[in-house]
């Protein structure tokens, strides 16, 4: 009795969250399971027929291509970002603050400006072409712009800030005596790395993975911006059913989709960082 | 540490952000550009600035933007502070359940959050426009104020808070004379925070602007489709620009209330 009236002043909060985060996803479900009548309006009547197309090998593919995206842009950013992580916790203090900043600096840069950099830099008359052009090293401009390669430099570039900090605070936080011992013992510094840092930043590298994964799944300017629409994602699909379409239901069950896709995402990084001791969540 | 590994540091440190600040720094340069074409360069201009300052669309937009990010800013602060001085009362569990659910917006992928609020609002028939545009932005503005807020709270020595208790005074009266003013640099940088956030959220103001309330990012978004012309290149530079003062603003108050701390 003294606990709930101890908790009693949370109980706005809880409400308040529910209703704008539970209850909207629980409309998410339910709409997924309606269908339409001839006109698009929705009907209260329960089909499965949302979900039977969402494995229809058109659709699959939609979720495929996320995933290799989603995958793809979490390596990247692993295989560039872990040497920026490690590096910046050997720099002095000084000038490890000012190298943090650079890192997180781009969160404050909008988001379609970053994107629209690339544009300008790989577009056919872009930076990099009339580079190439006036050094003579090409005659006819590249195309480098709408291809599945520009969606994922873009997303790598758009992500990799929350890759570094994660694996950075992993590295950070890792016990140096354990490092300095392994020298002690006569191992080199690639032995060294494979056999303590890499094991011991297990981790922050999943961490990182998350927090590049998920939004990676959405974010549909990018695709949209760079990839032109070429090769088509979940994030693109959802947001044209609802806004072009006009096909809510079927938008919904890709939703529920890509939110399970998320929490199986998020279960295997809870088992990954529990076994070690630790957790971002 | 030999010198060799150390130059290798530095240099690939230096290429990574090159790598990071060139696109950025390309946007803004050639906004100055007098063609309108990135081929190459003609000549320095301000002449895509005065184009935007003509632009009546780009001015409504941006009021709503304006308009949307301060009310979400006042929003989420009065919540994010108020839960997280709350969390400091409940019982270990409960606080545990205010973190992971405080999280919930954030893990969400933007798409599906913004199509379920979609839903949800259209079948309250709510009206879309600044009361969506409002709640949905302060329910991922909310969680950074909290977790900034509990930040502070965390350095707060709680020696001071059992004085009060015991010298008499209401809870109530702590959280007003002793721990609002302590956290309150907290709230105002969040604030700050929470006015960046939502002023550069594109992908759930697009479900949730009505037809009248499209917001500046939305409406630049727009734009990046039809092409490149350096006037969005004078918008983008604008808007970093702000958003830099804004948060400068932040940091700046942030460090004079760590240095006003005595104790």
Redesign the interface.
């Given at each position: 009795m003294k606990?709930l009236k101890?908790?009693a002043?949370?109980i706005p909060?809880?409400i308040?969250?529910s209703l704008?985060?539970g209850?909207?996803?629980m409309?998410?479900v339910v709409?997924s399971f309606l269908s339409r009548d001839s006109l698009g309006n929705i009907v209260f009547r329960f089909t499965l027929e949302n979900y039977k197309r969402i494995f229809d090998p058109v659709y699959l593919r939609v979720f495929l291509n996320s995933f290799i995206l989603a995958v793809l842009t979490g390596l990247i950013t692993l295989l560039?970002g872990y040497?920026?992580a490690y590096?910046?916790t050997?720099?002095q203090p000084k000038k490890r603050s000012f190298?943090i900043m650079?890192i997180i600096l781009?969160f404050?840069?909008?988001?379609?400006?970053?994107?629209?950099?690339?544009?300008?830099?790989l577009?056919k008359?872009?930076?990099i072409n009339?580079l190439l052009m006036q050094l003579n090293i090409v005659k006819e401009p590249l195309n480098m712009m709408y291809r599945f390669g520009t969606t994922l430099v873009g997303m790598a570039?758009m992500l990799?800030p929350f890759m570094i900090i994660a694996v950075y605070n992993s590295v950070d936080k890792l016990d140096k005596s354990l490092v300095e011992a392994s020298y002690d013992l006569g191992a080199s510094?690639w032995k060294t790395f494979l056999n303590i840092t890499l094991p011991l930043t297990i981790p922050g590298i999943a961490g990182g993975f998350t927090l590049v994964f998920?939004?990676s799944?959405?974010?549909?300017?990018v695709s949209?911006?760079l990839g032109g629409g070429r090769t088509i994602f979940?994030?693109n699909l959802?947001?044209t059913l609802?806004?072009r379409g006009r096909n809510?239901p079927l938008?919904?069950a890709f939703?529920v989709g890509?939110?399970v896709l998320?929490l199986l995402v998020?279960f295997i990084y809870n088992r990954v960082a529990k076994d070690k001791g630790e957790g971002l969540? | 540490?030999n010198a060799r590994?150390g130059r290798f540091?530095t240099f690939?440190?230096s290429l990574?952000?090159v790598a990071?600040y060139?696109?950025?720094l390309?946007?803004i340069l050639?906004s100055f550009n007098e063609s309108s074409?990135?081929?190459?360069w003609a000549g320095f201009t301000l002449n895509w600035y005065r184009q935007l300052f003509n632009d009546r669309v780009i001015a409504e937009a941006f009021k709503i933007s304006i308009q949307v990010a301060v009310l979400t800013s006042v929003l989420s602060a009065i919540?994010g502070t108020?839960?997280a001085i709350?969390?400091m009362?409940?019982?270990k569990k409960?606080k545990k359940?205010?973190n992971?659910?405080?999280?919930?917006?954030l893990?969400?992928?933007?798409?599906?959050?913004g199509?379920?609020?979609?839903?949800?609002f259209s079948?309250l028939k709510l009206p879309f426009g600044h009361l969506t545009l409002v709640?949905?932005h302060s329910?991922f503005c909310v969680p950074y104020v909290y977790i900034m807020v509990q930040l502070r709270l965390n350095d707060i020595d709680f020696s001071i808070l059992e004085a009060a208790k015991d010298l008499g005074a209401a809870r109530w009266q702590i959280i007003r004379t002793i721990i609002l003013p302590l956290v309150a640099p907290s709230i105002l940088t969040a604030s700050l925070l929470a006015l960046?956030i939502s002023l550069?959220d594109?992908?759930i103001s697009?479900?949730m602007s009505g037809a009248a309330s499209t917001t500046l990012?939305v409406h630049?978004?727009s734009m990046?489709?039809v092409g490149?012309t350096p006037k969005?290149?004078a918008l983008?530079t604008l808007?970093?620009v702000g958003?830099?003062f804004i948060?400068g603003l932040g940091q700046l108050i942030n460090k004079k209330a760590n240095k006003k701390e005595a104790f």
């Amino acid at each position: 009795m003294k606990k709930l009236k101890q908790n009693a002043p949370a109980i706005p909060i809880l409400i308040w969250i529910s209703l704008l985060v539970g209850m909207p996803l629980m409309f998410v479900v339910v709409l997924s399971f309606l269908s339409r009548d001839s006109l698009g309006n929705i009907v209260f009547r329960f089909t499965l027929e949302n979900y039977k197309r969402i494995f229809d090998p058109v659709y699959l593919r939609v979720f495929l291509n996320s995933f290799i995206l989603a995958v793809l842009t979490g390596l990247i950013t692993l295989l560039i970002g872990y040497p920026v992580a490690y590096f910046t916790t050997k720099l002095q203090p000084k000038k490890r603050s000012f190298v943090i900043m650079l890192i997180i600096l781009p969160f404050w840069i909008s988001s379609l400006l970053r994107t629209y950099g690339w544009i300008i830099l790989l577009g056919k008359t872009g930076l990099i072409n009339s580079l190439l052009m006036q050094l003579n090293i090409v005659k006819e401009p590249l195309n480098m712009m709408y291809r599945f390669g520009t969606t994922l430099v873009g997303m790598a570039y758009m992500l990799i800030p929350f890759m570094i900090i994660a694996v950075y605070n992993s590295v950070d936080k890792l016990d140096k005596s354990l490092v300095e011992a392994s020298y002690d013992l006569g191992a080199s510094r690639w032995k060294t790395f494979l056999n303590i840092t890499l094991p011991l930043t297990i981790p922050g590298i999943a961490g990182g993975f998350t927090l590049v994964f998920i939004p990676s799944l959405g974010m549909f300017f990018v695709s949209d911006l760079l990839g032109g629409g070429r090769t088509i994602f979940l994030g693109n699909l959802i947001n044209t059913l609802v806004t072009r379409g006009r096909n809510r239901p079927l938008a919904a069950a890709f939703s529920v989709g890509m939110i399970v896709l998320v929490l199986l995402v998020l279960f295997i990084y809870n088992r990954v960082a529990k076994d070690k001791g630790e957790g971002l969540f | 540490m030999n010198a060799r590994a150390g130059r290798f540091r530095t240099f690939y440190l230096s290429l990574f952000f090159v790598a990071l600040y060139v696109p950025v720094l390309s946007v803004i340069l050639y906004s100055f550009n007098e063609s309108s074409s990135t081929a190459h360069w003609a000549g320095f201009t301000l002449n895509w600035y005065r184009q935007l300052f003509n632009d009546r669309v780009i001015a409504e937009a941006f009021k709503i933007s304006i308009q949307v990010a301060v009310l979400t800013s006042v929003l989420s602060a009065i919540i994010g502070t108020a839960t997280a001085i709350i969390a400091m009362y409940v019982t270990k569990k409960m606080k545990k359940a205010i973190n992971g659910i405080m999280l919930l917006p954030l893990l969400v992928p933007e798409v599906a959050l913004g199509i379920s609020l979609l839903i949800f609002f259209s079948a309250l028939k709510l009206p879309f426009g600044h009361l969506t545009l409002v709640l949905s932005h302060s329910l991922f503005c909310v969680p950074y104020v909290y977790i900034m807020v509990q930040l502070r709270l965390n350095d707060i020595d709680f020696s001071i808070l059992e004085a009060a208790k015991d010298l008499g005074a209401a809870r109530w009266q702590i959280i007003r004379t002793i721990i609002l003013p302590l956290v309150a640099p907290s709230i105002l940088t969040a604030s700050l925070l929470a006015l960046a956030i939502s002023l550069d959220d594109v992908i759930i103001s697009t479900y949730m602007s009505g037809a009248a309330s499209t917001t500046l990012p939305v409406h630049v978004f727009s734009m990046m489709r039809v092409g490149v012309t350096p006037k969005v290149n004078a918008l983008c530079t604008l808007i970093l620009v702000g958003t830099f003062f804004i948060v400068g603003l932040g940091q700046l108050i942030n460090k004079k209330a760590n240095k006003k701390e005595a104790f």
